[in-house]
């Protein structure tokens, strides 16, 4: 165990230990008289005491003590004399074995020996080691107490000081908290890494500095366990800017895992909720924990491995040893047990697999336990089988969970449990049929839907179009030609007879005994007749057909009089569909794919048709009846291939991603050659998403398909690898991109199936050259053995893994993607710099992120964010973040009319009144804050204070701002400050002359007038954005005159309404009473006592864009300030800053010694 550091003095203690390893900085040392046999008087003297010393008072009779270069050194002679120096040291670990010594041995030599030469001087490494075994000793004492109680007092300390250092909102949960070291350099910073529900801090104050780190979930880019020079085994987490590295874990691995699962999470919650289903559990961020996020590690592994459906949850896992017949003895492995099934896997991968379905067992039984039989269980299967489960622990408690999940199946399917037996025999007797699909079949005969579809009739046929196919379409329409056929079906005949001996000794039903032995025979090619019983065995589709009865036939009744976009897609895409087959050359299959594909459509809408699918739904067709095709395709869609069919097929681009790497790992000359893989990466995609049925001949492809369904995704890596290395040698030599895909599509065109019972069938898959020598023939059974002798060892859950990493790729490449096709778009609209609007379109898409961290309603939020929507719409947001990036961004910030100005500039930009904006709408305003012209700028403030902009609900509109308030008793002669007058009566009446003729020349609708009270709020916005300005007390000037001048102008119009006479009238009438407008500019002009006025109403009152535009124009200092030019980059810049600012609540505390920079990447 580790030990807190302790200075240890060893000169008078010399005799007692002798020292077994050192290295510059640390020494392993025995005691004497443990593990030497027939030692010396003192080792035996010193064996004696410890053994009979109390319990408290013996001493370990291993340990690891610090030292220092320049410090004593040893010698690793028995005696262990003290050559030179102090004899201070520092002891660190003790240990009761060599085993628990020499681990932590390990440890130290791994993660802190080669760190400690990168410091100059020796109390540097003395702090730095003494730190990292504190941070060590506490996690465990950490992870001791987490065993024992769901929140440790340890876990509530480092919970205080996680909200303490990084001022979080308390939704931020924390999930867990790790000592490690972050590189800075050459040089580990050693602190505390925090994960939580979305972000990942780091606190370090070491050596006088402190250091923060913030980096969102959602920023991550990859994360990887890597190495570097100094350190095996580090974590590095990759975002756009920076990559950060950490090490020196106590449990690198448990580390890697939660940051993972956090990653995964969170960046499908966020970025990929088109498709984002979790447990319940983990819906709500906020309930998260780290146990939560173990246990969805655990199902995931489970549902990948056994091929389950997403609802499937596991409940518990054992250790145990099944009872395998066929190799008579016990096989060690682990029982699965979930909702609806009980799984078996041995240690050894691959030697034996079972699955069993709960609807499938007639009872569970414990046994007699006996010295042979330890905790024995029978689980009985309605198949007259057995399986005998033994050394499970906690026994009693897994038989009673067992049964009562029995029991609440039963419950629930009553029927189901009653018939389930009398199908199961009837699939049995049809497997058994080695000649004929077309023996014991339910729902009748395949000819007579054949004939009725025959006759050319189209009145038949909308009458029987409902009438499902009773048989696979293969039994009967099979291509002409019958060269070598006797040798075929002599073939044939072998495969089926060694399939029926495996049956006898493994079993025949979806329980049966998966071992290696029927991965060979799957790799050898399965027989036509059983392929279709097979593949719904292997899938476990026979569960979900037999589960839901009549559930096809109602669908197919529902969704075929339907008409909506994936219908249109699929008839456009039925006849596309093994057009070379005579299946589909026919009405009966093109009838029966169209209502498959439908009735799937109706089922998933989330799915709905993608291009593939009727490919695959057209083979399963051939060799399964149309219901159970239906089934099949379902397991395929939902299972074996998540994520595959959808809007932007993420799941078919993550195993792509994975493939690259697979390629770069095992062929690794190929890789070199091809530096980017891409180009293999767009030919392998329909490689995956048809399973290589569109492009090698379908004899061939349907045995890469029999892998599929008995190995999942796994065979088609394997495949894909084994394609590639056999034409490595051409495509290192190939010329281009172009020349290596002839090279792979003739490669894949002459893959031949010589054993197979049906004539060959044209394909049109591949391309040739005139000038290209003949392909030589590549027997598919050859090409599948070598994938699983050369490249059939990846596991599924490394497999698994490797998704994992590449899903943040992938999803963080198609935000990537989005980014610069919004960019593309809105870049001609606007003046902005490209690099400034790229900033732009960070600060507006984590503003979307922030609110969906913490806001109470975020679910809302969250689904603001569309992916399936055009990319300028895919992220919206509302007034209230519009307003927190008016505050960091806007040139024209108001105090506290900050927020109301924001409020109306949102009410403008939302022109269909859905509450959101998009960035493009965003964008444009502001370029016009920044760069527009100044005509430009005036309309916008102009239109921000008219409808719909300001409305009377709005908060600055109140009382008594909304009665006739305004003065015009100031005089229209304005003294300067050098003693000129300027008469603006002359000016106003020549403007209003020409503005007049300008209407009249304008056949277009100008912007609506603006009433007396949206004016005062337009000259209220003024003066708050001259305020603090260096030109302020020039611009309260010129905007008292110009205000003075639109007064009169305002009231022109409203005398020539009243009058019906369009002549000007010299005599301006004045308003006597004082008001706020008053008071508002009574620092700059002073308003005469013995004036005279008239009530106005507010409804006669008007002043248009036009007037206040040219009289705006008279001041000069006016149009410098809207004509300046404003830099955006500094604001951005200090956006970037202090955006997460406006989310934290509370106030940071005051930091120690030297501090660096919060640093939010």
Request: proline share 4%; hydrophobic share 40%; aromatic share 10%.
């Amino acid at each position: 165990m580790w030990l807190k550091p302790e200075e240890v003095l060893l000169k008078n203690a010399l005799k007692l230990w002798v020292t077994q390893k050192s290295s510059g900085y640390f020494i392993l040392q025995r005691r004497r008289g443990h593990g030497d046999s027939g030692g010396r008087f003192t080792g035996r003297l010193v064996g004696a005491l410890d053994a009979v010393l109390d319990s408290n008072a013996r001493v370990a009779p291993f340990r690891i003590l610090l030292q220092v270069p320049g410090s004593p050194t040893y010698s690793a002679v028995a005696c262990g004399e003290l050559l030179n120096g102090s004899d201070v040291y520092w002891a660190i670990a003790m240990g009761a074995t060599t085993e628990e010594i020499n681990h932590h041995w390990e440890w130290l030599e791994q993660n802190l020996l080669h760190t400690l030469s990168v410091f100059d001087n020796k109390e540097d490494i003395v702090s730095f080691v003494k730190g990292k075994i504190k941070a060590l000793i506490a996690e465990e004492t950490s992870s001791k107490l987490a065993e024992q109680e769901e929140e440790p007092e340890k876990f509530r300390e480092a919970l205080v000081k996680f909200e303490t250092r990084f001022n979080f909102p308390e939704a931020e949960k924390l999930i867990a908290y790790y000592s490690c070291g972050c590189w800075k350099g050459k040089v580990p910073r050693q602190g505390w890494l925090y994960l939580s529900i979305n972000h990942l801090c780091f606190y370090s104050f070491f050596l006088g500095k402190e250091l923060k780190l913030v980096i969102p979930w959602v920023d991550v880019q990859k994360l990887e366990r890597t190495s570097n020079i100094l350190m095996t085994d580090i974590i590095r987490i990759t975002t756009q800017r920076k990559e950060r590295d950490f090490s020196m874990f106590l449990n690198i691995d448990e580390a890697f895992r939660i940051m993972e699962q956090l990653a995964d999470v969170t960046l499908r919650r966020l970025l990929d909720n088109e498709i984002f289903e979790l447990e319940p559990g983990l819906q709500d961020p906020t309930l998260i924990t780290k146990r939560d996020l173990e246990s969805r590690a655990r199902n995931e592994y489970f549902r990948a491995f056994f091929r389950l459906p997403k609802k499937e949850k596991l409940h518990e896992i054992v250790d145990c040893s099944l009872w395998t017949p066929f190799s008579r003895c016990h096989t060690v492995g682990k029982m699965f047990a979930s909702d609806s099934y009980i799984c078996f896997a041995s240690k050894e991968d691959g030697c034996c697999n079972v699955l069993i379905p709960l609807v499938e067992v007639a009872s569970i039984e414990k046994m007699e336990d006996t010295s042979l039989l330890p905790n024995p269980i029978i689980i009985s299967i309605k198949s007259k089988m057995a399986f005998q489960f033994i050394e499970l622990k906690d026994r009693d408690t897994l038989v009673e969970n067992l049964l009562l999940r029995l029991k609440q199946m039963k419950a629930s399917n009553p029927a189901l449990c009653n018939s389930l037996k009398s199908k199961e025999m009837v699939l049995n007797v049809s497997t058994q049929n080695s000649h004929s699909t077309n023996a014991n079949c339910e729902f009748g005969n395949l000819g007579i839907v054949a004939s009725q579809s025959n006759d050319g009739s189209n009145e038949n046929d909308r009458n029987s179009r409902h009438l499902l196919n009773a048989e696979a379409l293969s039994s009967a329409f099979h291509p002409s030609g019958t060269d070598g056929l006797d040798f075929r079906m002599s073939r044939e005949q072998i495969k089926v007879s060694l399939w029926n001996d495996h049956f006898d000794e493994y079993g025949r039903t979806v329980c049966m005994f998966r071992t290696e032995k029927i991965r060979k025979l799957v790799a050898m090619g399965i027989p036509e007749s059983l392929r279709g019983k097979l593949w719904l065995l292997f899938s476990d589709a026979v569960t979900d057909l037999h589960s839901h009865p009549g559930y096809y036939e109602k669908l197919v009744e529902v969704s075929m009089g339907m008409c909506c976009i994936a219908t249109e897609e699929i008839e456009r895409d039925l006849h596309r569909s093994l057009p070379e087959h005579p299946a589909f050359q026919n009405e009966t299959g093109i009838a029966a794919l169209r209502r498959v594909l439908t009735a799937y459509a109706h089922r998933n809408p989330k799915i709905g048709y993608c291009q593939s699918m009727n490919i695959l739904t057209s083979v399963l067709l051939l060799y399964a009846k149309e219901e159970e095709a239906f089934w099949l395709l379902v397991a395929v869609c939902e299972r074996m291939l998540p994520d595959y069919f959808n809007h932007r097929v993420i799941g078919a681009q993550v195993d792509q991603s994975v493939f690259e790497e697979l390629i770069k790992e095992r062929l690794p000359e190929l890789a070199e050659h091809m530096k980017d893989l891409s180009t293999l990466a767009s030919v392998s995609l329909s490689w995956f998403l048809t399973l290589f049925l569109s492009i090698m001949p379908l004899e061939s492809a349907v045995n890469v398909v029999d892998c599929f369904f008995f190995d999942g995704i796994k065979a088609i890596f394997q495949f894909g690898l084994a394609v590639l290395e056999a034409n490595a040698v051409e495509l290192c030599n190939s010329k281009d991109d172009g020349h290596a895909l002839m090279i792979l599509s003739r490669f894949l065109d002459h893959v031949k199936n010589e054993e197979s019972p049906l004539p060959l069938i044209g394909n049109q898959h591949a391309f040739f050259s005139d000038d290209m020598e003949p392909c030589p023939i590549t027997e598919i059974a050859d090409l599948i053995r070598d994938s699983y002798e050369k490249f059939g060892d990846h596991s599924v859950e490394q497999i698994e893994h490797m998704r994992y990493k590449h899903r943040i790729r992938v999803l963080q490449s198609h935000e990537e993607t989005t980014k610069q096709n919004v960019l593309r778009v809105v870049i001609p609209d606007v003046s902005i710099l490209p690099e400034d609007l790229e900033e732009l379109y960070d600060l507006f898409k984590k503003e979307h992120l922030i609110s969906c961290y913490w806001e109470w309603n975020s679910a809302v939020v969250i689904r603001r964010h569309d992916p399936s929507r055009p990319y300028a719409e895919q992220y919206r947001i509302d007034s209230w973040q519009f307003t927190n990036l008016y505050k960091l961004v806007s040139p024209w910030t108001c105090g506290e009319h900050t927020e109301v100005l924001a409020e109306r500039t949102f009410r403008l930009l939302d022109e269909n009144m859905d509450h959101l904006i998009e960035f493009k709408a965003f964008a444009g305003c502001f370029d016009i804050m920044y760069n527009g012209e100044m005509n430009e700028k005036i309309k916008l403030l102009y239109k921000l204070h008219i409808p719909p902009a300001l409305t009377e609900k709005d908060r600055d509109c109140q009382s008594p701002l909304k009665n006739p308030l305004l003065s015009t008793s100031r005089p229209l002669v304005i003294g300067k400050s050098n003693g000129d007058t300027i008469d603006y009566q002359k000016q106003l009446k020549q403007m209003l002359k020409d503005l007049a003729k300008e209407k009249d020349a304008k056949a277009e609708k100008g912007l609506p007038k603006m009433s007396q009270r949206e004016f005062i709020q337009f000259c209220k916005t003024l003066y708050s954005i001259f305020h603090e300005d260096p030109e302020e007390n020039e611009l309260y000037q010129a905007i008292a005159t110009v205000t003075t001048l639109l007064l009169q102008i305002g009231e022109v119009g409203q005398s020539s309404s009243s009058s019906g006479s369009d002549e000007l009238t010299e005599n301006f009438q004045t308003e006597a009473s004082t008001s706020d407008q008053d008071v508002f500019f009574n620092d700059t002009v002073k308003t005469p006592k013995n004036t005279q006025s008239l009530p106005i109403t507010d409804g006669d009152w008007i002043v248009s864009f036009e007037h206040i535009l040219a009289s705006l124009l008279t001041e000069q200092s006016l149009v410098n300030f809207f004509e300046k030019s404003l830099e955006l980059k500094s604001k951005l810049e200090n956006a970037k800053l202090i955006q997460y600012n406006f989310k934290t609540n509370g106030t940071s505390q005051p930091s120690r010694g030297e501090t660096e920079p919060l640093s939010v990447h």
